[in-house]
């Protein structure tokens, strides 16, 4: 009888042990969820305010510059907390104004108040070459134009275009009396077109190596330039929130002004022939159609803080951007190239708020500040009730 009894304990204490076991097991299941997939990828935070990113021509990674000098490369992903930071390079003495892939995404090249051109390798993070003294005064806009071919503009209005092969400037032209905001070029890789804070947008043939006309001055700084509608038609965005568009070979006069209800267009992102994303000082992305001339939507915002760029992914599926509160923040934006606008104008309340055109934009207008407020609200009152639940265990 004795050993029967203990076989049953010893039967008992090894069924306890299975099934503690498969508790351990399922708790170990439950601890380690699959990682979530997110619309798009995680914000990424910074320890000094961005200036500049860029998305590389055939991999998911982004550069970014910020204005202490130093560049972050980082691989993203939609998966949670896939983001990561591959290399970062302090190299630079002053801000980074600029940076840019090379076509094969070999190469990183950035511009800086320092004045100074760098030339990263991609895959090692290391400096490759560097003009130190590229322009007398700081750099401010940069386009790499080919495998050999670099265009900058600086603070006084000097434009440069540069044969990397040599390491030295064979256009050298200073035709703007301000500040060249931004640098575009056309498919045949002929014209050059430069915007300026003097108002003007000029023109450049690099293929003859000489200046060719600027525009008329406008009303505020041009802030950024690009080329629309297959090549017919460019598109100059203005600090007093206006976009000026000029038709190709008629670059002397503007052919049509389209005002958007914004502090200012800073920065402008072509997403389709007729569809671009412009950034704002007052903090939001805004998604505008072209003739006809229309404000689709908010495509997303950093609530209160000037935006100084946007950029597109390679798969045009994602927009990042970049703004004073040290952050960069992507947005979706895979639906805009199937949106359908109408000729037809409707006529639109005052107090109507701008459509949110992703699930993490708000809608802007009266409904947008006062979801902030209500989002403070709430926050403060929950900061509250926490600290009265503290007070309530200390007391107890």
Wanted: aromatic share 6%.
């Amino acid at each position: 009888m004795a050993a029967s009894t203990e076989d049953l304990d010893a039967s008992v204490l090894s069924d306890k042990s299975d099934s503690e076991n498969e508790s351990d097991e399922e708790d170990g299941a439950e601890k380690s969820p699959e990682p979530r997939i997110r619309e798009t990828p995680e914000d990424i935070k910074f320890d000094a305010i961005v200036n500049t990113l860029a998305f590389h021509p055939t991999r998911d990674i982004l550069a970014a510059g910020d204005i202490d000098g130093d560049i972050y490369v980082y691989s993203y992903s939609c998966t949670e907390g896939e983001n990561k930071e591959l290399w970062s390079s302090g190299h630079h003495l002053k801000s980074c104004r600029e940076v840019a892939f090379s076509q094969d995404g070999m190469k990183l090249f950035s511009v800086s108040k320092d004045k100074s051109v760098h030339i990263m390798d991609v895959e090692e993070g290391k400096l490759v070459s560097r003009i130190p003294k590229a322009h007398s005064a700081p750099i401010n806009a940069l386009l790499v134009i080919d495998e050999n071919l670099l265009a900058t503009g600086d603070d006084c209005g000097t434009l440069k275009v540069w044969d990397m092969r040599k390491g030295t400037a064979f256009m050298d032209l200073k035709h703007h009396e301000d500040y060249i905001s931004g640098i575009t070029i056309d498919q045949a890789k002929k014209i050059l077109l430069t915007s300026s804070g003097d108002g003007t947008m000029g023109v450049f043939n690099i293929k003859r190596r000489r200046f060719e006309l600027a525009s008329e001055f406008q009303d505020g700084d041009l802030t950024s330039v690009a080329i629309m509608k297959r090549g017919r038609k460019v598109v100059c965005g203005s600090s007093e929130g206006m976009i000026y568009l000029f038709n190709w070979n008629g670059f002397g006069a503007t052919s049509d002004r389209f005002a958007v209800k914004a502090e200012s267009v800073d920065c402008v992102v072509p997403i389709t022939d007729s569809i671009l994303c412009i950034a704002s000082m007052d903090g939001v992305v805004r998604a505008i159609n072209l003739l006809p001339n229309r404000v689709l939507g908010s495509v997303g915002q950093h609530i209160g803080e000037p935006i100084e760029q946007i950029a597109r992914s390679r798969d045009a599926r994602f927009l990042a951007s970049c703004a004073h509160d040290q952050q960069v923040k992507f947005w979706d934006i895979s639906g805009l190239p199937a949106t359908v606008v109408s000729d037809y104008r409707q006529k639109k309340k005052k107090d109507a708020s701008l459509k949110s055109l992703s699930k993490k934009a708000f809608g802007v207008g009266d409904d947008f500040f006062s979801g902030l407020a209500e989002e403070a609200e709430t926050k403060k009152e929950e900061k509250e009730d926490e600290s009265e639940e503290e007070s309530e265990s200390d007391s107890d």
